[in-house]
């Protein structure tokens, strides 16, 4: 049976290997929520950046802690593995610990940390954060080492400073941010020229040295050894300026990649249309073509969901017809099968209601491991009823996803002859 613990209260744990879950109810309001773990020794302190586990840097290099990523669904959940049987001998502490993005602590919904033994499958200790305001980062629990055995402490200490705070506070160099871009320099007017003397210069004279004898060349000072970068912790937003990212430069490798589109549903007194249309329906769709030439569809229409281990190895896992479901519109990519996409083109589609502007959709890809990505349907679509949002296509092995956000004035046909797929088409409805 699971212990439930309170704030400063600790239990022993037996296990030899854990997942410490953070568990959250998800919601279209909801900020983000990262899971990442710091390895301490005696000091309090990390000995490297090294020891900081975390999205944009997943395991530690004595493979004793992971992290593992999200997994979203009715309750979202975002994990780190510890086995610790491998923790380095300098390491105390493994701090458990949690950092939100877009919002603070308080909108988080029922929060609580779970420590798992996996090989057993039973929950160990539950720890709930009830308690948070205006915190951006949550040291939250730790294992740490007593008499040659590891016990489990509930903390529940918030940070208003976010991620970065937490991790310089524990010896970590985080990249600051870039400059501002300087001034330009002033432009002087050029100083008049000097006045012409008529009288000539006097003739030179001549200095007469002895020529000193050659010099060794100086020794050149041993090379240095090049310090490790600074740990990255931003996330990655595509935009009109930064429109693309490659996966493997992000560390975004295998497992399911969730693409969620969330979208809020305007005032039922905007406009006579808008009652009479009732409440805004988008569908999340995917155009897919495989490498070996195959192409198709992904949506709710047609009930047309995919699958995710086999062809086409992307899935959708319902549809939202209202905008009411907390968790939105999911797809899922299947990242180790990466090598048989050719390209797939995510897109959105008004199935029932008015606009886009309407809608204020934003879209977000969460990968098992590496940054987070983020595209905002931010632009005014006007009488568009369909929105590329992300192109992704294979580069000699490499996926790259390039943010679109191009409104098209048409049903799927109509992005399908915007892109070039070449599928046949024919009119369904929704069951």
């Excluded at 919601?27 to 990390?46: F, I, K, M």
């Excluded at 909108?107 to 090989?119: A, E, K």
């Excluded at 897919?288 to 992904?298: A, F, M, R």
Aim: hydrophobic residues 40%.
């Amino acid at each position: 049976m699971v212990q439930q613990l309170g704030k400063g209260q600790n239990t022993p744990v037996a296990a030899a290997k854990v997942r410490a879950v953070f568990v959250w109810r998800p919601g279209p309001s909801t900020p983000g929520l990262d899971a990442s773990a710091l390895l301490l020794g005696a000091s309090g302190r990390v000995s490297g950046d090294a020891d900081f586990v975390f999205y944009n840097q997943p395991t530690h290099p004595s493979g004793a802690v992971r992290h593992v990523g999200k997994d979203e669904g009715t309750w979202s959940r975002d994990a780190l593995e510890i086995d610790l049987g491998s923790i380095p001998a300098g390491v105390d502490r493994v701090v458990l610990a949690a950092s939100a993005h877009s919002g603070t602590f308080a909108g988080i919904r029922d929060l609580h940390l779970l420590v798992s033994d996996p090989g057993a499958e039973v929950d160990l200790v539950r720890f709930d954060i009830a308690d948070a305001t205006v915190e951006t980062a949550m040291l939250a629990g730790e294992l740490y080492r007593r008499g040659g055995a590891w016990k489990f402490r509930a903390i529940g200490q918030g940070y208003s400073t976010g991620l970065e705070g937490l991790a310089t506070d524990f010896g970590i160099t985080v990249t600051a941010p870039p400059p501002p871009a300087p001034a330009p320099p002033r432009v002087q007017a050029p100083a008049p020229p000097p006045p012409v003397s008529t009288t000539p210069p006097p003739a030179p004279r001549l200095n007469v040295r002895k020529p000193e004898p050659a010099r060794p060349p100086a020794t050149p000072p041993p090379a240095s050894t090049p310090s490790r970068p600074p740990v990255r912790l931003s996330k990655v937003t595509l935009t009109k300026a930064s429109p693309m990212v490659s996966l493997s430069k992000e560390g975004i490798t295998g497992s399911r990649m969730r693409v969620n589109l969330n979208w809020v549903q305007a005032a039922p007194g905007r406009g006579m249309l808008k009652r009479l249309m009732g409440p805004t329906d988008l569908d999340l769709c995917c155009l897919w073509e495989l490498n070996d030439g195959s192409k198709g569809i992904v949506q709710a229409l047609g009930n047309m969901f995919g699958s995710p281990d086999k062809p086409p190895y992307v899935f959708l896992d319902g549809d939202d017809r209202t905008g009411a479901n907390t968790a939105g519109e999911n797809l899922f990519i299947n990242l180790d099968h990466k090598s048989s996409f050719k390209r797939l083109l995510i897109f959105a589609f008004i199935y029932k209601g008015v606009t886009f502007d309407d809608a204020q959709a934003v879209v977000t890809l969460t990968p098992a491991t590496g940054p987070e990505l983020e595209i905002r349907l931010d632009e005014t679509g006007g009488a568009a009823r369909s929105c590329a949002i992300a192109l992704v296509q294979n580069q000699g092995g490499d996926l790259t996803i390039q943010r679109e956000v191009r409104y098209i004035k048409g049903n799927q046909q109509k992005v399908d002859q915007a892109y070039g797929w070449g599928l046949q088409w024919r009119a369904g409805t929704k069951d």
